[in-house]
């Protein structure tokens, strides 16, 4: 039985990653004309920031010197996150986009644009905008009938933490008042 190189750098990365409280989300590894380039996408439930990827980085990096798992030649690390219209195939992935509008390519009735609302171990509440005024409707969606999953970007989403912060901001100001 035979594994690919990306299937050997999975099973000796992802132990490493899990480690830092992420998620081994992908490995590639690419040829850019003579240069080799090693893609290494890492997430968490809560997402991760410029510097747990920076640790992962250096830690990957070091476990791929000690190791002879790209080779002799030179090659590029380059470690990310999945980026703004990530492509959601895994159960935490969904859970993942709860709140965000996602496009999802069904087996039996097409596309559909829809709000994640909840997911479950069978499938998904979903939220379909309303057309010209009218309001949302609710829809559930089997993970089954889903052939196809990308969250969409939103430039005037509201973020519901919005009012949490100016509520946080006003106690605040109080407390200031208080002490004056």
Do not use: C, W
């Not at 992935?93 to 909840?118: N, P």
Request: net charge negative.
């Amino acid at each position: 039985m035979s594994t690919t190189q990306s299937e050997r750098l999975r099973e000796l990365l992802e132990p490493l990653v899990g480690s830092q409280g992420l998620d081994l989300e992908e490995v590639a590894v690419d040829s850019v004309g003579r240069k080799r380039v090693l893609r290494v996408v890492v997430d968490s439930d809560t997402g991760a920031d410029l510097d747990q990827i920076a640790d992962v980085s250096r830690a990957l990096s070091a476990k791929l010197d000690e190791t002879d798992a790209m080779g002799a030649g030179e090659y590029t690390l380059e470690v990310g996150t999945p980026g703004a219209e990530r492509e959601l195939t895994e159960h935490r992935h969904y859970v993942r986009a709860t709140d965000r509008l996602v496009k999802f390519q069904l087996a039996e009735s097409g596309e559909l644009v829809a709000r994640i609302i909840e997911v479950d171990d069978d499938g998904i509440d979903v939220e379909v905008p309303g057309v010209k005024g009218r309001k949302p409707t609710a829809k559930r969606l089997a993970f089954a009938d889903v052939v196809k999953a990308r969250v969409q970007v939103e430039f005037n989403r509201k973020n519901k933490n919005d009012e949490h912060v100016e509520d946080v901001e006003d106690v605040e100001d109080t407390e200031n008042e208080e002490e004056a």
